[in-house]
């Protein structure tokens, strides 16, 4: 049982009690228990041997218990802040009102957070991504940490589909255009849908415009422009400093970042071997509820089936035939 006792306090509430009881004379129990007659006597004449509470019973306020209400009334509907009640207190309420006399007041009366009493502000409603038919697809890359066996580290490109939300993924060893190239020729030839149009970032390994700046538009003479021009695939890119523009592969990138933090890996093969067989996963066994519970590759065979003239070739649910 936990027992609160003043800190000062010289007995317990066992030799209170035995105080209380004895009929011996008061000198004899101050002696016995080291205790001045006054406490003795205390004791004495109580019937319950736990500390009272130390709260002042009157306190010492320039407010009435009226003037209290008012102030808190109107700290409740017109949400002032403390100088400004203070100023309002003054003028109309008490002349003598301190700030911290009315401070205190608020808090004893469960109002001093002023924040506390704002309404919440409703959640931003969530917008979702606008409805496309397959071939809009999502690009980006993803930094992958440095593995014990590898010199430096490497980099994952990443593709995924915006009705689909079938993904393509590559290691590559550096993030340059050739390889952001090399990227998307080895998409192209994976994906059974028709890429019609490819976003990404405005990284130097998609496009050269300068530093980002929205003033400056892509030259065209860039190597990932001239293969996007050579496969007949639209090339936008997002407003700089906007990432959440390709918020659909940051998603899944988050769902990469929360593989590499809950595997151990081995070696870089090792890695690399456990992301592919996560986005094997994704592809072919996660159910969406963007997708209506289906999978990206269920959701690609019912668009094949009511689109086929959006694909290249029908897509297969067999490891290997996709790719």
């Given at each position: 049982?936990?027992?609160?006792?003043?800190?000062?306090?010289?007995?317990?509430?066992?030799?209170?009690?035995?105080?209380?009881?004895?009929?011996?004379?008061?000198?004899?129990?101050?002696?016995?228990?080291?205790?001045?007659?006054?406490?003795?006597?205390?004791?004495?004449?109580?019937?319950?041997?736990?500390?009272?509470?130390?709260?002042?019973?009157?306190?010492?306020?320039?407010?009435?218990?009226q003037q209290e209400i008012i102030?808190?009334?109107?700290?409740?509907?017109?949400?002032?802040?403390?100088?400004?009640?203070?100023?309002?207190?003054?003028?109309?309420?008490?002349?003598?009102?301190?700030?911290?006399?009315?401070?205190?007041?608020?808090?004893?009366?469960?109002?001093?957070?002023?924040?506390?009493?704002?309404?919440?502000?409703?959640?931003?409603p969530h917008k979702a991504f606008k409805a496309y038919e397959p071939g809009y697809l999502h690009m980006d890359l993803k930094y992958l940490p440095q593995m014990a066996d590898q010199t430096r580290r490497s980099y994952l490109f990443v593709a995924i589909d915006r009705a689909t939300r079938w993904v393509f993924v590559q290691i590559k060893s550096n993030?340059?255009?050739?390889?952001?190239?090399?990227?998307?020729?080895?998409?192209?030839?994976?994906?059974?849908i028709k890429i019609q149009k490819l976003l990404t970032d405005n990284g130097k390994e998609f496009t050269d415009r300068l530093f980002g700046g929205a003033q400056r538009k892509p030259s065209g003479t860039h190597e990932f422009d001239q293969l996007c021009q050579a496969l007949d695939i639209e090339h936008r890119l997002t407003k700089p400093r906007t990432p959440q523009t390709n918020g659909m592969v940051?998603?899944?990138?988050?769902?990469?970042?929360?593989?590499?933090?809950?595997?151990?890996?081995?070696?870089?093969?090792?890695?690399?071997?456990t992301l592919l067989r996560y986005v094997r996963l994704y592809n072919h066994q996660l159910p969406q509820s963007a997708l209506k519970s289906q999978t990206p590759l269920q959701a690609m065979k019912a668009w094949y089936a009511s689109h086929p003239h959006l694909f290249h070739r029908a897509p297969y649910d067999r490891p290997g035939c996709d790719s």
């Open positions: 049982m936990n027992i609160s006792l003043h800190k000062c306090a010289r007995t317990t509430p066992a030799i209170r009690a035995e105080i209380a009881a004895s009929s011996e004379p008061a000198s004899v129990l101050a002696e016995r228990y080291n205790l001045s007659l006054c406490t003795v006597y205390k004791w004495k004449r109580r019937d319950v041997f736990t500390d009272k509470s130390h709260t002042a019973h009157r306190l010492q306020t320039t407010l009435t218990a102030a808190v009334h109107l700290r409740k509907t017109l949400l002032l802040p403390l100088d400004d009640l203070l100023s309002v207190v003054r003028e109309f309420l008490c002349p003598k009102a301190s700030r911290s006399g009315l401070d205190r007041c608020l808090r004893r009366h469960g109002v001093g957070n002023l924040n506390a009493l704002k309404p919440a502000a409703a959640p931003a993030k340059s255009a050739h390889s952001a190239s090399s990227f998307l020729r080895a998409l192209h030839k994976a994906c059974p940051e998603r899944f990138n988050g769902r990469i970042a929360d593989v590499l933090k809950t595997n151990r890996f081995r070696s870089g093969e090792d890695m690399e071997q």
